[in-house]
């Protein structure tokens, strides 16, 4: 506040071109209404405490912490969340100059109400009121946890410099690579059939924590890579036995690459009909979105294949080009086909017809077969998991218990060792036997 009254910043403020919604939550007004009561020559104190009480229990509610003063936490997380001319036009070909020109500015006036810390806001408040000293601690966590996301880096950019005019640019490079809004504070989101649902808690799984299929893995590893540097990148399908760690790779791929601007959304195969409406909302964003359908099949009568097929393939509206598909499958074949298909029946082109329904596989540029583990496979990823915990046994007697419960539960696969995995970690840390067949 130094050098600038309170009248005067509250003029700044009310007077926010492009950045005005930054300040249009409850504890931003809350703060406001702060200034204005402190503004008067003789302040209500009810009024004051109030309005303060009120402000406090606001950013304590507040969980998703990126500075370690509450206020100033809150106020950059608003900046980063904010879908405006600026964050959205930064995403596309870059904000309009007068829209650039004016969120400089208005980033100097949000710099102003960023230095209103705890214990600024406090004295503030203190001094107008003596009455109301020593009533409230200040809202400032220094074991706030740090994240490293790029959000969180960003956020410790600003903190640190002077003049946030001058960042800008930085904000702007953000929202191309991250996104503006959920896009940019979330990585995972599902189609509800209406619109995107942000995945607050994302499976963790990471690619160094997945034990074997690595060289299946890599050609989609790369895929990736290509994806987020704008290179040309395929739809891909992953095809396997149940347990063979397809929809995991997948999930590790997004946690790998968030921090580049990827993205997932999962949709639902009774969902594939709305796609144009799906690639509506991301086009022209700037994350690159993985579209995520897991077990992916269909039966005869099911349709929605077509609209998948207009993707893969292109019609007469051009695809987004920071869209790409990756599906999981049991079967190789995606559309069911009895053996009535294969006669003539009343379809006078049944040739025509079996091979529109064949061809849904060829339209992914890359198929990848994850096949059943043998038993060294299984072996091995039964070993590695077990090193990876911490568990105290003797190789020898971890792989005889391994086939012992892979010849008494559902077959040999990565679920079928990690399930062995977790119950003789539980088995061991509550001090009963290792598991035995039935």
Excluded: C
């Excluded at 690579?177 to 619109?195: Q, S, T, V």
């Amino acid at each position: 506040m130094e050098g600038t009254s309170i009248e005067a910043l509250l003029v700044r403020a009310r007077g926010l071109g492009v950045l005005r919604g930054v300040l249009g939550s409850p504890a931003a007004r809350d703060l406001l209404g702060l200034l204005e009561d402190l503004a008067v020559p003789r302040p209500e104190p009810a009024s004051v405490a109030g309005i303060f009480g009120r402000l406090w229990e606001g950013l304590a509610s507040e969980t998703d912490r990126l500075l370690p003063d509450a206020w100033q936490s809150h106020l950059v997380g608003r900046l980063l969340d904010d879908e405006n001319a600026f964050s959205l036009g930064a995403e596309g070909d870059g904000p309009r100059r007068a829209v650039l020109e004016q969120a400089r500015l208005d980033l100097g006036t949000l710099r102003m109400l960023f230095d209103l810390d705890a214990a600024t806001l406090l004295g503030m408040v203190e001094g107008a009121v003596p009455g109301l000293a020593g009533i409230w601690v200040p809202w400032t966590d220094q074991t706030h946890p740090s994240e490293g996301s790029a959000r969180d880096a960003v956020a410790r950019k600003l903190a640190a410099a002077e003049d946030w005019g001058a960042a800008v640019e930085l904000l702007a490079g953000h929202f191309a690579r991250h996104g503006a809004g959920p896009l940019g504070r979330h990585r995972a989101f599902r189609w509800d059939g209406e619109g995107l649902g942000a995945v607050v808690n994302p499976d963790p799984v990471r690619l160094e924590g997945l034990i074997g299929y690595a060289r299946e893995r890599e050609p989609l590893v790369e895929n990736t890579r290509r994806f987020l540097a704008g290179l040309p990148a395929h739809h891909t399908l992953l095809y396997g036995q149940p347990g063979t760690g397809k929809s995991s790779t997948v999930k590790a791929l997004l946690n790998e690459f968030a921090g580049a601007g990827l993205r997932l959304v999962e949709v639902a195969k009774e969902d594939l009909g709305s796609l144009p409406r799906v690639l509506g909302v991301l086009r022209g964003r700037g994350p690159r979105f993985v579209l995520f359908v897991d077990d992916l099949s269909f039966e005869e009568h099911e349709v929605e294949y077509k609209a998948l097929k207009a993707l893969l393939e292109g019609s007469v509206e051009e695809p987004p080009q920071n869209v790409r598909v990756y599906a999981t499958s049991n079967r190789r074949n995606l559309i069911r086909e009895g053996f009535s298909d294969r006669e003539d029946g009343d379809d006078v082109h049944a040739h025509d017809t079996m091979q529109e329904k064949q061809s849904l596989a060829a339209r992914f540029g890359l198929r990848l077969t994850f096949p059943a583990p043998d038993q060294g496979r299984y072996l091995e990823i039964v070993e590695g998991l077990a090193e990876e915990r911490g568990i105290e046994m003797p190789a020898e007697q971890i792989r005889e218990k391994a086939l012992l419960w892979d010849r008494w539960h559902a077959g040999r696969s990565g679920r079928t060792a990690r399930q062995f995995v977790d119950d003789l970690e539980a088995g061991l840390a509550a001090g009963q036997p290792p598991p035995r067949s039935p």
